[in-house]
């Protein structure tokens, strides 16, 4: 059984910075495609970023620059790396397992920007 969990958000106060974590199991991990999606409230889904097997990475036009996805194999997590927050970056933030021509999804950590 495929399970995905986030964890590392909070509020930060904007300019700063927060490390948000994926763990996955049931997977083969180190082959597998994540990405991170966000949600504001009131508004659709928005992809953030992208890391596939082999380490190549994506970036959304607001997340590039500032954010850094990046995964550790042996500890099977992968890492998003969201610095120079802005308020606009409020979310909760969601990170998507492809596996076995399907996608898992985690429950969400929620990520809180002040002014």
């Known amino acids: 059984q495929v399970q995905v969990e986030e964890s590392g958000g909070g509020l930060v106060q904007a300019g700063e910075s927060l490390r948000l974590s994926c763990k996955a199991s049931?997977?083969?991990?180190?082959?597998?495609?994540f990405a991170w999606y966000r949600q504001a409230p009131g508004k659709q889904r928005e992809w953030v970023a992208q890391i596939n097997g082999g380490g190549s990475t994506y970036y959304s036009d607001s997340a590039k620059g500032r954010f850094t996805v990046s995964r550790d194999n042996a500890k099977r997590t992968v890492a998003l790396l969201m610095n120079s927050l802005k308020v606009e970056d409020t979310a909760v933030y969601y990170c998507?397992?492809?596996?076995?021509?399907?996608?898992?999804w985690g429950q969400g950590t929620q990520v809180t920007v002040s002014s």
């Open positions: 049931g997977t083969t991990f180190s082959t597998n495609v």
């Open positions: 998507q397992a492809q596996y076995g021509g399907q996608e898992y």
